[in-house]
């Protein structure tokens, strides 16, 4: 409803805008800019719910977190990665990128005989330009990326993880037609960027309450420091285990929209 709601004021303002335009610019203007603002508010925050659900957590009353790897696999990171979750005894949810499945294909199987979960995560990762994508590029990055698991992807649950968690009012349509639930997540550290391990894992465990789910990810910083990512999942692990949580792949009973 509320999604009907935007799309129909932002097909409705161009004709106010144009009918009082003359009369006074102010007014003409001001529900055009607030069109604007409705849709690129949903499209562009990774939580809102406005164009329809985002799975942010799941239901637990124990500390358990989630743990969910983005942009893999690489040669650099997913076979330490996965000797890291087996360490802490992490299972983990890996959102894979197409094209480089088609790069490391034998990864996949590694991470379910492991014990972890395969998602998709896009074909091209177009991380720029995902947020303003039509319904047919759409199609084709989720399609993709399910062509590059070739069978695999009906193995495990459907799920769906937007690039920088970017999607317009096109992305929902589009996964209730393929089955797919779009996830979300409520703790990250932004280990893309500058930050430290220590800064990463800290600010993951402030934000971490029962029922989280932690957004990592490999393949980043490799010229600054290769081993960066790598150092973040570590040292994250480690902090959430010494302050007692476990690690769990929920099921599909336990996903739920809203924050813990």
Not at 109 to 115: H, I, S, T, V, W
Not at 214 to 220: D, I, Q
Request: hydrophobic share 40%; aromatic share 10%; charged share 25%.
């Amino acid at each position: 409803m509320l999604r009907r709601g935007i799309l129909l004021f932002a097909l409705i303002t161009p004709l106010w805008t144009i009918f009082f335009l003359q009369i006074n610019w102010a007014l003409a203007l001001l529900p055009l800019f607030l069109s604007h603002l409705l849709i690129l508010y949903p499209t562009l925050n990774p939580h809102s719910q406005w164009w329809g659900p985002v799975i942010r957590s799941f239901a637990t009353s124990e500390k358990e977190a989630w743990i969910t790897i983005d942009d893999g696999p690489t040669r650099e990171h997913t076979e330490k990665i996965l000797d890291l979750l087996d360490r802490f005894q992490a299972p983990a949810t890996f959102f894979v990128i197409g094209d480089q499945v088609k790069k490391f294909p034998d990864s996949i199987e590694k991470m379910r005989a492991r014990g972890h979960e395969v998602a998709n995560h896009t074909l091209t990762h177009p991380h720029r330009t995902f947020w303003r994508a039509t319904e047919k590029r759409i199609f084709a990055e989720i399609d993709g990326c399910a062509g590059a698991l070739s069978g695999d992807a009906g193995r495990g649950r459907s799920f769906f993880r937007a690039p920088v968690g970017h999607k317009n009012f096109l992305v929902h349509p589009v996964l209730r037609r393929r089955g797919m639930l779009l996830i979300g997540w409520t703790a990250r550290g932004f280990d893309t960027g500058k930050r430290t391990p220590g800064e990463v894992a800290a600010r993951i465990l402030k934000q971490t309450r029962p029922g989280t789910i932690v957004l990592l990810h490999e393949g980043h910083q490799l010229e600054r420091d290769p081993l960066h990512n790598l150092k973040c999942i570590e040292l994250t692990l480690r902090r959430l285990a010494e302050d007692g949580y476990r690690f769990v792949i929920p099921a599909s009973q336990q996903l739920r929209t809203n924050g813990v």
